[in-house]
């Protein structure tokens, strides 16, 4: 299992850059995906009406996602909920067993993200929702519209292991300048 899990966000190595892969555009409508997810979390539900919406994917035993967690409380800071929608979405979170989500609970309690905390009840259609995901950390920035302005996808042996508010902000200021 702990195989399995490395293998998953990959370990960090100098030279390797990330992946050039797209988010779907949400052909679909995103607020059945959403309403469909347990909430982790005390954070209001996400609102997703005419604003863009940020979503990462992570697992409470994922090393990028904790500093990234930091990054998107610090983007929460510039971007407030009418502004932006920031959900995080828990996947691969069986690769390790974790009685009572103790590790779940203690990520959020240490990370005390600003944004939506959400489960699916099945990974594996919200993994095939956004394109066959299978790394984590990955973000998706969509405009308002439902259309794929940004990606970050972890890549395993990358250097870079997760994004950072500095370079989402230009690409949200983007989306939020165009009527």
Same mark, same amino acid.
């Given at each position: 299992l702990v195989i399995v899990g490395?293998?998953? &966000? =990959?370990?960090?190595?100098? =030279? !390797?850059?990330?992946s050039s892969a797209k988010a779907p555009n949400l052909e679909s409508d995103l607020k059945t995906v959403i309403r469909a997810? %347990?909430?982790?979390?005390? &954070? /209001?539900?996400?609102?997703? #009406? !005419?604003?863009p919406v940020l979503i990462t994917f992570f697992a409470s035993w994922c090393p990028p996602?904790?500093? +990234?967690f930091a990054e998107l409380n610090?983007?929460?800071? *510039?971007?407030?909920? +009418?502004?932006? +929608?920031?959900? /995080?979405i828990n996947l691969? +979170? !069986?690769?390790? #067993? #974790?009685?009572g989500q103790i590790r779940m609970k203690r990520f959020l309690r240490k990370s005390s993200p600003q944004f939506s905390t959400l489960a699916p009840r099945d990974d594996a259609? $919200?993994?095939?929702?956004? =394109? !066959?995901?299978g790394r984590i950390? %990955? $973000? @998706?920035l969509y405009d308002a519209f439902g259309k794929s302005? @940004?990606?970050? *996808?972890?890549?395993? #042996?990358?250097?870079? %292991?997760? $994004? %950072?508010a500095a370079e989402l902000v230009p690409h949200i200021e983007n989306i939020l300048s165009q009527p």
């Open positions: 490395l293998s998953l &966000w =990959g370990m960090p190595a100098v =030279g !390797n850059v990330q997810m %347990t909430p982790l979390s005390d &954070w /209001a539900a996400p609102v997703l #009406d !005419n604003k996602c904790r500093p +990234e610090h983007l929460r800071k *510039i971007f407030p909920p +009418e502004k932006l +929608e920031i959900i /995080a691969f +979170e !069986n690769h390790f #067993d #974790d009685p259609s $919200v993994i095939r929702q956004f =394109g !066959n995901l950390p %990955t $973000v @998706y302005r @940004y990606s970050f *996808i972890h890549q395993q #042996d990358a250097t870079k %292991t997760h $994004v %950072t």
